[in-house]
T-cell receptor, first 115, second 108 residues
Framework: KAGVTQTPRYLIKTRGQQVTLSCSPISGHRSVSWYQQTPGQGLQFLFEYFSETQRNKGNFPGRFSGRQFSNSRSEMNVSTLELGDSALYLC??????????????FGQGTRLTVV | QKEVEQDPGPLSVPEGAIVSLNCTYSNSAFQYFMWYRQYSRKGPELLMYTYSSGNKEDGRFTAQVDKSSKYISLFIRDSQPSDSATYLCAMRADKIIFGKGTRLHILP
């Protein structure tokens, strides 16, 4: 069974630019969550999509947005990049069950560097 | 007060020792408590999860949850150099919230 695939693995962007990251979840999984990981703040929740709808959102500015397609693949967009957006962006896929435990499987992440 | 607090370490222990990792939390709504392990340049992977209070054992790993104290622990027995990684506690209500992670080094 293929795991969670994130592309690209590495990105270097300039301040003010925008970027789009992609995540392909495990086949059959309907939930995709996005996280930002930095040494100072750790793993912070950005948002979760389930069946093309945003189900939860973290405390990030509106420059961070996402969407999910009918095949459950998800994209995350960051506009007007700032130096502080440099981080490892991780996506996790799960079946999305709320009433019981559903394991979240992580991709290897996209390392974004803003210069 | 952050929802989940975890000492970032690093924590260095000799091979074979018992390791204790801990997290505290403030949100009473958390129902599922998890421990993830993350190796360098990899995404986190689930080690164990517990529903509500109690203990759970899986091989050399034991997870404990004390909801009355809002405190969770992970114990690693007979630690091995391959256990060297960052360990993240995580908790779920409507979404999963992670601790910052504890860097663990097992010294051969």
């Amino acid at each position: 069974k293929a795991g969670v695939t994130q592309t690209p693995r590495y990105l270097i962007k300039t301040r003010g630019q925008q970027v789009t990251l992609s995540c392909s979840p495990i086949s059959g999984h309907r939930s995709v969550s996005w996280y930002q990981q930095t040494p100072g703040q750790g793993l912070q929740f950005l948002f979760e999509y389930f069946s093309e709808t945003q189900r939860n959102k973290g405390n990030f500015p509106g420059r961070f947005s996402g969407r999910q397609f009918s095949n459950s693949r998800s994209e995350m967009n960051v506009s007007t990049l700032e130096l502080g957006d440099s981080a490892l962006y991780l996506c996790a896929s799960s079946s999305g069950q709320i009433t019981s435990f559903s394991e979240a499987f992580f991709g290897q992440g996209t390392r974004l560097t803003v210069v | 007060q952050k929802e989940v607090e975890q000492d970032p370490g690093p924590l260095s222990v000799p091979e074979g020792a018992i390791v204790s990792l801990n997290c505290t939390y403030s949100n009473s709504a958390f129902q599922y408590f998890m421990w993830y392990r993350q190796y360098s340049r990899k995404g986190p992977e689930l080690l164990m999860y517990t529903y509500s209070s109690g203990n759970k054992e899986d091989g050399r790993f034991t997870a404990q949850v004390d909801k009355s104290s809002k405190y969770i622990s992970l114990f690693i027995r007979d630690s091995q150099p391959s256990d060297s990684a960052t360990y993240l506690c995580a908790m779920r209500a409507d979404k999963i919230i992670f601790g910052k992670g504890t860097r663990l080094h097992i010294l051969p």
